[in-house]
């Protein structure tokens, strides 16, 4: 079963605005969040990714937000722009077992 | 140029046939994975390895094997006993550590069977 859970599905955004995407996990063994952004026909890259020692990390427009108790975390890009357009994809992996797991994705529209 | 490789970028097999997915490389990395890759559905692990001659089956092993001879080698085969087997199917490497570390990805082959 889906172990990572994400939404939405689907995400249209103005160019200018907060692009906000939520994922839940439930294994409370998991302490490694990447967050990953794929262009179509491309591998997915690592865009920002966070340990549940810190409830928020920031790099430049992305800024991911951790809740260990409720077991969420969201990915949030500021001052979104067109070529932000991708797929997104939260995941969660264990310590010692690198593979992660993926939610189902998020496909990022921002509209010019 | 470090990184990883996956040959070919478009595949296509008949129905009953083998066909293999080449994944190289040049990172130095001991882990290794292969994911499936489906509309809608995310990323599915396969199988990874986290060392040479050893790997572990993944959510998805069914219909699959894999290979791991050489650190800069981790070979996918998918199998006519793989029911539905066209998808986007991408590899990756990390390194191994304590702590979880970034995962690179290939560009991905994608499989069509026809």
């Known amino acids: 079963q889906q172990q990572v859970k994400q939404s939405p599905q689907s995400l249209i955004v103005q160019k200018g605005g907060i692009s906000i995407i939520n994922c839940a996990y439930e294994n409370t063994a998991f302490d490694y969040f990447p967050w990953y952004q794929q262009f179509p026909g491309k591998g997915p890259a690592l865009l920002i990714a966070i340990r549940p020692d810190v409830s928020e990390k920031k790099e430049g427009r992305f800024t991911i937000s951790f809740n260990k108790s409720a077991k969420q975390f969201s990915l949030h890009i500021m001052d979104s722009q067109p070529g932000d357009s991708a797929t997104y994809f939260c995941a969660a992996s264990m310590p010692g077992v690198n593979a992660l797991n993926f939610g189902k994705g998020t496909s990022l529209l921002v509209t010019p | 140029d470090g990184g990883i490789t996956q040959s070919p970028k478009y595949l296509f097999r008949k129905e009953g046939q083998n066909v293999t997915l080449s994944c190289e490389q040049n990172?130095?990395?001991?882990?290794m994975y292969w994911y499936r890759q489906d509309p809608g559905q995310g990323l599915r692990l396969i199988y990874y390895s986290q060392i040479v001659n050893d790997f572990q089956k993944g959510d998805i092993a069914e219909g699959y094997s894999v290979s791991r001879e050489k650190k800069e080698s981790f070979p996918l085969t998918v199998t006519s006993a793989q029911k539905n087997p066209t998808a986007f199917y991408l590899c990756?490497?990390?390194?191994?550590?304590?702590?979880?570390?970034?995962?690179?990805f290939g560009q991905g082959t994608r499989l069509t069977v026809v």
């Open positions: 990756a490497s990390s390194i191994v550590a304590s702590l979880n570390t970034e995962a690179f």
């Open positions: 990172l130095n990395h001991d882990a």
